[in-house]
């Protein structure tokens, strides 16, 4: 495993150097990044700061700094130490200026303002927490999406990173031997405007590793119906033969990351907005 150092400097959270650095590094095997994460820097004196950092580590830097006098205080710290020195996102904003004739703002931060969209993403990340393992089935039929799927098919984090975009997210776990809630019959058919209703999958005998797993983390050890290879069996079929009675699309997570979980269904209600814009 080759190790190196990576500098993130950014006059906000850095959530943008940290996401383009990781969808970079991946495509490289056997490396690992050392990271030293520089957020809010917007002074010379903190520039200063990250130089010391970088001379005595010395490493790639990526940076998002839109003023330009911290911007190239931190280029002439980087040039003697002879470090690569990156402006993550210069290609993007100069491509968007030359498509739309128009010179970008230079305001640290601006993606993270406290407008009506940050607001739309806290209202929905406390309706995923409400909503979350089947609680407060009432007003469920408010809900964007609603997953439906076994135990540990990764329900929880798929709705909690669609929440994120601002869609608003319940999941509602199916029990062996018992109905699903009557709430999920009342609901407005999906393509008249009700909520996603999306059948989560997983291929049983990953689904037995990961609950085995999880039994582990709580210190409980015992042989259930739970974690039997057979009785799982039974209980993806019989999921997968409900997912096909109420026609709810269905996404099988054993092979897909959360991310791409909810890029699936994104794209299906995405599909939906275009197809009734028509």
Same mark, same amino acid.
């Given at each position: 495993?080759?190790?190196?150092? =990576?500098?993130? +400097?950014?006059?906000?959270? /850095? %959530?943008?150097?940290? #996401?383009? &650095?990781?969808?970079?590094?991946?495509?490289?095997?056997?490396?690992?990044?050392?990271?030293?994460?520089?957020?809010?820097?917007?002074?010379?004196?903190?520039?200063?700061?990250?130089?010391?950092?970088?001379?005595?580590?010395?490493?790639?830097?990526?940076?998002?700094?839109?003023?330009?006098?911290?911007?190239?205080?931190?280029?002439?710290?980087?040039?003697?130490?002879?470090?690569?020195?990156?402006?993550? =996102?210069?290609? +993007?904003?100069?491509?968007? /200026? %030359?498509?739309?004739? #128009?010179? &970008?703002?230079?305001?640290?931060?601006?993606?993270?303002?406290?407008?009506?969209?940050?607001?739309?993403?806290?209202?929905?990340?406390?309706?995923?927490?409400?909503?979350?393992?089947?609680?407060?089935?009432?007003?469920?039929?408010?809900?964007?999406?609603?997953?439906?799927?076994?135990?540990?098919?990764?329900?929880?984090?798929?709705?909690?990173?669609?929440?994120?975009?601002?869609?608003?997210?319940?999941?509602?776990?199916? +029990?062996?031997?018992?109905?699903?809630?009557?709430?999920?019959?009342?609901?407005?058919?999906?393509?008249?405007?009700?909520?996603?209703?999306?059948?989560?999958?997983?291929?049983?005998?990953?689904?037995?590793?990961?609950?085995?797993?999880?039994?582990?983390?709580?210190?409980?050890?015992?042989?259930?119906?739970?974690?039997?290879?057979?009785?799982?069996?039974?209980?993806?079929?019989?999921?997968?033969?409900?997912?096909?009675?109420?026609?709810?699309?269905?996404?099988?997570?054993?092979?897909?990351?959360?991310?791409?979980?909810?890029?699936?269904?994104?794209?299906?209600?995405?599909?939906?907005?275009?197809?009734?814009?028509?």
């Amino acid at each position: 495993m080759k190790s190196f150092h =990576l500098h993130l +400097v950014s006059d906000s959270t /850095g %959530e943008t150097n940290l #996401a383009v &650095a990781r969808a970079c590094l991946v495509q490289f095997e056997d490396v690992e990044p050392i990271e030293h994460v520089w957020s809010m820097i917007r002074t010379e004196r903190q520039v200063q700061k990250v130089a010391v950092g970088v001379e005595a580590n010395p490493g790639v830097v990526l940076f998002t700094l839109v003023d330009e006098k911290i911007r190239n205080q931190l280029i002439e710290a980087c040039r003697p130490l002879k470090v690569p020195c990156i402006a993550v =996102l210069d290609p +993007v904003l100069n491509a968007f /200026g %030359e498509y739309l004739h #128009a010179k &970008a703002g230079h305001k640290p931060g601006r993606q993270h303002q406290l407008d009506a969209d940050y607001f739309a993403r806290i209202a929905a990340m406390d309706f995923a927490m409400t909503h979350d393992d089947g609680q407060a089935l009432s007003d469920i039929h408010k809900a964007d999406v609603i997953l439906v799927g076994v135990s540990r098919s990764s329900k929880t984090p798929t709705c909690i990173y669609i929440a994120n975009r601002g869609l608003k997210a319940a999941n509602v776990p199916l +029990v062996p031997g018992m109905d699903p809630p009557p709430e999920l019959d009342a609901l407005k058919p999906f393509e008249e405007g009700g909520p996603l209703v999306v059948g989560l999958t997983n291929d049983p005998t990953a689904l037995v590793a990961v609950r085995r797993n999880r039994l582990r983390q709580l210190n409980e050890n015992r042989d259930t119906d739970y974690t039997n290879l057979e009785s799982v069996k039974n209980e993806v079929q019989a999921a997968r033969r409900l997912f096909t009675e109420r026609g709810w699309p269905v996404l099988e997570t054993s092979r897909r990351s959360i991310e791409e979980t909810a890029a699936a269904i994104l794209a299906m209600l995405h599909d939906r907005d275009v197809a009734a814009a028509r």
